[in-house]
């Protein structure tokens, strides 16, 4: 469970540790790097998300791939700085506040990613084998049913459980929480799955029609 100190003046790292990290996982690689390339505002294109699967509707894989790196990556290096830093509490800070930062974005009005590639890099970044776990998951279900959202929410609602087996109790209760988040903002997804409207990995969205992730 999350120790904070009790003194005021001791929460000072605690609170710098969460700006640094909130304000390295709100960097939007998607858009960052779609600009770059030439195409324009990702946030134009498909479903307007700005994370790796909606990169991939541009057509342009690498950046796709470079994205869900980057994404993960913010989030790996936010943890690990937390616990090069100020310890498990710190690392566990700075792991939930750098996927709000993705998914709640300052420079884009709070409306950022969804928040899978970060969670999975932050996961790594508190316990590898977590993370393993976690993108073993994502991967074996996403070439099962070909559904990226289905993949994400299975993998990060498995996070937790993981958690509990290979790491321990406080690492467990920030998967829980990076879940929660991640669930809520897929709630689109969701009912497009419900619906049998979910686009499936790889699929462009036709004019007109539903959104993908």
């Given at each position: 469970m999350l120790q904070l100190p009790a003194n005021l003046?001791?929460?000072?790292?605690?609170?710098?540790?969460?700006?640094?990290?909130?304000?390295?996982?709100?960097?939007?690689?998607g858009l960052v790097l779609t600009r770059l390339a030439g195409l324009g505002d990702i946030r134009k294109v498909g479903s307007g998300n700005i994370?790796?699967?909606?990169?991939?509707?541009t057509g342009h894989k690498g950046?796709?791939?470079?994205?869900?790196?980057?994404d993960g990556a913010k989030g790996a290096l936010?943890?690990?700085?937390?616990?090069r830093y100020g310890g498990p509490d710190m690392a566990v800070i700075a792991a939930v506040t750098a996927v709000i930062g993705h998914i709640f974005p300052v420079w884009l009005k709070f409306n950022g990613g969804k928040g899978?590639?970060?969670?999975?890099?932050?996961?790594?970044?508190?316990?590898?084998?977590?993370g393993l776990a976690a993108c073993a998951t994502w991967a074996a279900t996403a070439a099962i049913f070909r559904y990226s959202s289905l993949a994400t929410l299975v993998a990060i609602a498995a996070a937790p459980a993981y958690a509990v087996y290979l790491a321990d109790r406080q690492r467990?209760?920030?998967a829980l929480f990076i879940a929660l988040l991640v669930w809520l903002r897929h709630h689109q997804n969701i009912r497009r799955l419900l619906k049998r409207e979910e686009p499936k990995i790889g699929a462009r969205r036709a004019e007109g029609g539903s959104p993908g992730s």
């Amino acid at each position: 469970m999350l120790q904070l100190p009790a003194n005021l003046h001791a929460l000072w790292p605690f609170a710098l540790g969460a700006l640094i990290a909130y304000l390295l996982g709100s960097i939007p690689f998607g858009l960052v790097l779609t600009r770059l390339a030439g195409l324009g505002d990702i946030r134009k294109v498909g479903s307007g998300n700005i994370g790796a699967t909606n990169v991939l509707r541009t057509g342009h894989k690498g950046l796709a791939v470079a994205t869900l790196l980057l994404d993960g990556a913010k989030g790996a290096l936010a943890a690990v700085l937390g616990f090069r830093y100020g310890g498990p509490d710190m690392a566990v800070i700075a792991a939930v506040t750098a996927v709000i930062g993705h998914i709640f974005p300052v420079w884009l009005k709070f409306n950022g990613g969804k928040g899978m590639a970060t969670a999975l890099g932050v996961l790594l970044g508190l316990s590898w084998p977590v993370g393993l776990a976690a993108c073993a998951t994502w991967a074996a279900t996403a070439a099962i049913f070909r559904y990226s959202s289905l993949a994400t929410l299975v993998a990060i609602a498995a996070a937790p459980a993981y958690a509990v087996y290979l790491a321990d109790r406080q690492r467990a209760e920030a998967a829980l929480f990076i879940a929660l988040l991640v669930w809520l903002r897929h709630h689109q997804n969701i009912r497009r799955l419900l619906k049998r409207e979910e686009p499936k990995i790889g699929a462009r969205r036709a004019e007109g029609g539903s959104p993908g992730s």
